[in-house]
């Protein structure tokens, strides 16, 4: 926590590709290991949260893709001390690539339909979520009904989507 601090930003990717796939991976680490989630990680230091995004899908996936816009917003307390936010990001693959993915950090990465996400028990309350609203029904709406569970900690969580 020293490196952060109490207040994080974080980016995540939604990369959706020409057969309305979207690029999901399985961290082999944290509270989200072994569930699908989007390619995630940290702003660092220099960097523009956009310029994060296509660095940690690129580091995560070998996938190189373009940012078309932000499309969400997570907010959490974590243990009633760490602020953690998350931008969430549309992209689109460059190129049709195969994956390179990252053994230090995934599990499994692939192209997964909105819909088979929403029925697998292994996908991420965020994903779920995001699977299974319509974006322009809920777009940039607060949402405080989604349960992340108890893995993290969260005193409070709120998704804008």
Not at 27 to 47: I, M, N, Q, R, T
Not at 70 to 96: C, H, K, Q, V, Y
Request: net charge negative; proline share 4%.
């Amino acid at each position: 926590m020293s490196k952060r601090g109490k207040v994080w930003l974080g980016v995540a990717g939604l990369v959706i590709n020409d057969e309305g796939e979207w690029l999901v991976v399985k961290k082999s680490y944290s509270g989200l290991k072994g569930k699908w989630s989007l390619p995630a990680g940290f702003v660092d230091e220099g960097e523009t949260i956009d310029e994060a995004v296509i660095r940690e899908i690129k580091e995560e996936t070998g996938i190189d893709c373009q940012v078309k816009g932000l499309i969400g917003f997570r907010t959490g307390i974590i243990r009633d001390e760490i602020s953690d936010n998350m931008a969430i990001f549309l992209a689109t693959p460059r190129i049709n690539q195969p994956f390179v993915k990252s053994e230090r950090e995934l599990l499994a990465c692939e192209w997964r339909t909105p819909k088979s996400l929403v029925t697998d028990h292994l996908t991420s309350a965020m994903l779920k979520e995001m699977a299974s609203s319509t974006p322009h029904e809920t777009q940039f709406c607060v949402n405080e009904t989604v349960d992340p569970g108890d893995i993290f900690g969260y005193t409070s969580y709120k998704l804008f989507f």
